[in-house]
């Protein structure tokens, strides 16, 4: 498996920007489709991005579409999403997750998971 580690959260002002990495372990990770999910207090895990292993296809929540991008570097081992126009909903924490074989937008599809990064909007 790939074992996952997020960077770049913080607090950001409402309409501002983020851009959030995810490293990755292993030489496999350019195999791996991977995604981007999101859990604010009290709420349910939710997916936000996902983006197939050489990056060709990507996948957004409507709440997110237009304003973040999922994107990859496979020669860095690296996942990113570039958040732009951040509201103040947007705020919990991120994970980057990885799925063998499955371009998925569900959870337990995914097979390794990072720590989480908190991203905090305020108004």
């Known amino acids: 498996q790939v074992q996952l580690v997020e960077s770049g959260g913080g607090l950001v002002q409402a309409g501002g920007s983020l851009r959030l990495s995810c490293a990755a372990s292993?030489?496999?990770?350019?195999?791996?489709?991977m995604g981007w999910f999101r859990q604010a207090p009290g709420k349910e895990r939710e997916f936000v991005a996902a983006?197939?292993?050489?990056?060709?296809?990507?996948y957004y929540a409507d709440s997110v579409k237009g304003r973040f991008t999922i994107s990859r570097d496979n020669a860095k081992n690296t996942l990113y999403l570039q958040m732009n126009s951040l509201k103040p909903e947007d705020t919990a924490v991120y994970f980057c997750?990885?799925?063998?074989?499955?371009?998925?937008?569900?959870?337990?599809?995914?097979?390794?998971w990072g720590q989480g990064t908190q991203v905090i909007v305020s108004v």
């Open positions: 997750a990885a799925a063998w074989g499955r371009y998925t937008v569900t959870a337990a599809d995914y097979n390794s």
């Open positions: 292993g030489r496999t990770f350019s195999s791996y489709n």
């Open positions: 983006i197939t292993s050489g990056g060709g296809r990507t």
